[in-house]
């Protein structure tokens, strides 16, 4: 059975990018998969101190909740996050996230000594995420981020469900098309995880 680790971003429990994300996840387990709901506001995970203790194996010398969530991820077949955009960026929850991931770049890149673009995704992703404005760059930096955060995964960022101009709880049910849309890729990701 497909496993996809799901994670969820935003600081709010029942904002916008929650509703999408739940939608995403239902798509999933209809197409089949097992789908491991992660809401990272409950976790207590520092962020990276650059002690680089993570030289000598690969492992985060910070001891907390950082290693159950990363090993969860690590053991789950595709991914599914979701951040609001907070400064043209993702939350801080996920990019705490993402900088203690540094110790799986450390290990894949330093220690393995992996090159770089000459490695093959074993796994894919999908990105959801929501912003108030209409800037025309609102998801830019976002992206980039996601895909070099993908690339210590050995990850493809295989799609992203992109929304503007949501910001208070409960925009988003004005829009039904986008949670069809966000249930329509979560399903669509499932099958395309079978496929391999």
């Known amino acids: 059975m497909v496993e996809i680790a799901a994670i969820y971003g935003s600081p709010r429990r029942k904002g916008n990018t929650a509703a999408l994300m739940r939608q995403a996840v239902a798509g999933a387990r209809d197409a089949g998969a097992a789908v491991d709901e992660i809401v990272l506001r409950d976790y207590k995970i520092s962020p990276c101190l650059e002690i680089y203790g993570c030289k000598k194996d690969g492992e985060c010398a910070i001891k907390d909740d950082f290693q159950a969530v990363r090993d969860r991820i690590l ?3 595709g991914l599914i996050i979701a951040s609001p955009i907070f400064f043209y ?3 801080a ?3 705490a996230l993402m900088d203690r991931c540094q110790s799986l770049w450390v290990k894949k890149y330093w220690i393995d000594q992996t090159a770089f673009g000459k490695w093959t995704p074993t796994r894919k992703g999908l990105v959801i995420s ?3 404005t209409r800037g025309k760059k609102l998801f830019d ?4 981020t996601m895909q070099y955060f993908f690339d210590t995964l050995d990850m493809e960022l295989w799609d992203s469900v ?3 101009q949501l910001d ?13 849309q966000a ?4 399903r669509a990701l499932a099958l395309a995880l079978c496929e391999k």
Do not use: I, Q, W
């Open 93 to 95: 929850h996920v990019k």
């Open 162 to 164: 992109l929304f503007r």
């Open 141 to 144: 930096g976002m992206l980039l």
């Open 168 to 180: 208070l709880a409960g925009d988003v049910e004005k829009h039904p098309e986008y949670l069809d």
């Open 75 to 77: 053991g789950a077949n």
């Open 130 to 132: 929501v912003g108030a």
């Open 183 to 186: 249930y329509d890729r979560g």
């Open 89 to 91: 960026t993702v939350s």
